[in-house]
Nanobody
């Protein structure tokens, strides 16, 4: 059974930094896109950043220039370095992974349980 486990959330003052990490464990045969999404109270879940297997990245406009996503394929991990944090970044952050879990070429979506990030003003 595949699991995504996030770590690194917490409370930080505006202008500070946090680094989120997510590791995929279990049985799978390949990894596609990895990413981070977030959901603030009362809002829908939204994309923060994604990184494809070749390394190309995509960011939400609201985090460009402040957040950096990276992946380590050897360790099955994806990380999100968050700098210059703002109170509006407060949300539960979810790790996302597309994994090849069968012998077919299909990739399936998996989500972590979420980690709280709170930015105080």
């Amino acid at each position: 059974q595949v699991q995504l486990e996030e770590s690194g959330g917490g409370l930080v003052q505006a202008g500070g930094s946090l680094r989120l990490s997510c590791v995929a464990s279990g049985t799978f045969f390949g990894i596609g896109t990895l990413g981070w999404y977030r959901q603030a109270t009362g809002n829908q879940r939204e994309l923060v950043a994604t990184i494809i297997s070749g390394g190309r990245t995509n960011y939400a406009d609201s985090v460009k220039g402040r957040f950096t996503i990276s992946r380590d394929n050897a360790k099955n991990t994806v990380s999100l370095q968050m700098d210059s944090l703002k109170p509006e970044d407060t949300a539960v952050y979810y790790c996302y992974a597309e994994l090849k879990t069968t012998m077919s070429p299909a990739l399936f979506q998996y989500w972590g349980q979420g980690t709280q990030v709170t930015v105080s003003s």
